[in-house]
């Protein structure tokens, strides 16, 4: 296991729909891990859980942060992310300045002898994993997807998750490569 790494998950579940308008950007775009072209303010998020919107958020595929998260992450470089607003509307009013977090940076880091995990053999499709192991990362990485399994497995340096953590960001979740099952 890397030391320095930490997995960003979701820390609980919101109820959070979603609504766009025709010039929206389709859900498969954003999992292409690429740069994207602007959409701005075109996509809606709609939280019906009576708790306030975190600071993090998910909505199927999309990664919903709050302006502190940004403020945090693009401080760091370099980065591989892009960030654009979008409207998150809770009890019919603006819940204030969110954006649509699109990482596209991929690290090669999955130790697939170290990894314990299931694979159908057939399609050579990883099914789960039961135990992550990450090899090292060049400690200039702070935000990034692990590449080649077939899961959305975001990293965060523990620099990164520290300030997150610090400045009091809601909805995330930091855990060890070694704790993380998917």
């Known amino acids: 296991m890397e030391k320095g790494i930490k997995i960003w998950e ?37 939280v019906s859980d009576a708790r306030e919107p975190e600071d993090f958020f998910e909505c199927g595929v999309a990664r919903i ?3 502190k998260i940004v403020q945090i992450v693009s401080s760091f ?10 409207k998150v509307i809770h009890n019919g009013e603006d819940a204030g300045r969110y954006f649509y ?8 880091c999955f130790d697939f002898d170290l990894s314990k995990y299931s694979c159908d053999e ?14 090292p990362v060049n400690s200039e990485h702070h935000l990034f997807f692990v590449a080649k399994v077939d899961f959305s497995i975001l990293c965060a340096s523990d620099v990164l998750s520290s300030k997150l953590n610090n400045a009091g960001c809601t909805g995330i979740r930091f855990t060890d490569p070694s704790q993380a099952f998917f």
Not at 10 to 29: C, D, F, N, P
Not at 78 to 86: G, I, R, W
């Open 77 to 86: 470089s370099p980065l591989k992310a892009q960030f654009f607003p979008v």
């Open 65 to 67: 942060v709050s302006e």
């Open 122 to 135: 057939e399609i050579d499709f990883i099914e789960s994993i039961y135990q992550l192991v990450l090899r």
């Open 10 to 46: 979701q820390a609980s579940y919101l109820e959070v729909s979603r609504k766009e308008s025709q010039e929206a950007i389709s859900s498969t775009m954003l999992t292409l891990r690429q740069p994207l072209e602007d959409f701005s303010e075109k996509v809606t998020y709609v």
């Open 101 to 108: 977090m699109n990482v596209f940076h991929e690290i090669n």
